[in-house]
């Protein structure tokens, strides 16, 4: 009888002082606003290139985002920019399809750019914020006319379709997101009307006060929040805080 309560005793020193140092720890956890784990240095910059070389089967699109510049323009907007950018990317497949019909070839180096440009959108969006978008969507191309280059998303479940009233494209995967930077496998080349389009007989005047007003939705839709979801943090915490109740009971029980 006497040894074995000894024995306990013994046991229980230690586990009384680690519980002492459990609470200390959860003391420190639980404060409002712990300082995050402080960056490791400045991450290297993003390199598009570097992705769609890792991704293979984009050879044709990392040569126009090269003769374009519009692979260095990337990098350099991702650099200086919060907004982050998306890339749909056109497989060789893809490209060798319309090379065939001979359909890029006739365009002029302006044209050349427009295009590689209409494949890029100056904001991250995520897999999960494709059903939330407004169309038309503003693209890299055109600058402020970006009426000229609509690019309309629609999705149901998972699949994601991409309508540039020329093409219907489907998303096949997302290749890469940083939160910053999203790129994903598009089965199709996004040919923009302007250019791919039937030319409209000149006499039809667009509606443009009202295609204006649902740009500029489109835009202000378009931003991504970034609040973070700190739901996770929240969860441990009260996890850790039940474990020291549960810890704190079986000692109380045994020790009384
Ligand atoms: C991006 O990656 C490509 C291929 O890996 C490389 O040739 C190029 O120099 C890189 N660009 C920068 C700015 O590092
Ligand atoms: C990124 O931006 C920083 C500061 O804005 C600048 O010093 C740096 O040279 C830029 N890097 C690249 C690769 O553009
Ligand atoms: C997407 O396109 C496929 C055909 O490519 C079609 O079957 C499907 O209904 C489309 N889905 C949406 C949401 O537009
Ligand atoms: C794109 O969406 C807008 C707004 O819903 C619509 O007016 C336009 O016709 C659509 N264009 C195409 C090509 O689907
Ligand atoms: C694209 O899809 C729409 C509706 O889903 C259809 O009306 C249109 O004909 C399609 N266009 C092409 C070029 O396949
Ligand atoms: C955080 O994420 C959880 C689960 O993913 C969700 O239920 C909750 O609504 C989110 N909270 C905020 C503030 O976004």
Same mark, same amino acid.
């Given at each position: 009888m !006497? &040894? =074995? +309560?000894? @024995? +306990? =005793? +013994?046991?229980? *020193? &230690? *586990?009384? /002082?680690?519980l002492l140092l459990c609470t200390t720890v959860t003391t420190t956890v639980s404060q409002p606003s712990p300082a995050p784990a402080p960056a490791p240095g400045p991450p290297a910059p993003t390199n598009i290139t570097k992705i769609l070389e890792k991704a293979s089967q984009f050879t044709t699109l990392i040569r126009l985002f090269s003769i374009t510049k519009v692979g260095d323009q990337i990098n350099t907007q991702l650099n200086n920019s919060e907004d982050g950018m998306t890339v749909f990317a056109p497989t060789d497949n893809a490209f060798s399809a319309l090379m065939s019909s001979g359909t890029l070839n006739s365009l002029s180096d302006q044209q050349k750019d427009e295009l590689v440009q209409f494949h890029v959108i100056p904001s991250f969006i995520s897999t999960s914020q494709f059903p939330t978008l407004s169309n038309p969507l503003r693209t890299q191309a055109g600058?402020? !006319?970006? @009426? $000229? +280059?609509?690019? $309309?998303?629609? !999705?149901?479940g998972n699949q994601v379709n991409l309508t540039t009233g020329v093409v219907n494209a489907t998303v096949a995967n997302a290749i890469y997101?940083?939160? #910053?930077?999203?790129? @994903?496998?598009?089965?199709?080349? /996004? *040919? &923009?009307?302007s250019l791919f389009g039937p030319h409209p007989p000149a006499a039809a005047p667009a509606p443009e006060p009202v295609k204006k007003a649902k740009g500029k939705r489109a835009a202000d839709d378009g931003e991504a929040d970034g609040t973070g979801n700190s739901s996770g943090a929240?969860?441990?915490? #009260?996890? /850790? =805080?039940?474990?020291m109740g549960g810890l704190i009971a079986f000692i109380a029980v045994y020790y009384l």
């Open positions: !006497t &040894p =074995h +309560f000894l @024995y +306990f =005793h +013994f046991l229980m *020193l &230690p *586990l009384l /002082l680690l600058d402020s !006319t970006f @009426y $000229n +280059f609509p690019l $309309n998303i629609t !999705t149901s997101s940083d939160g #910053s930077l999203a790129v @994903y496998q598009v089965d199709k080349v /996004l *040919l &923009p009307m929240v969860g441990l915490r #009260s996890e /850790l =805080h039940g474990l």
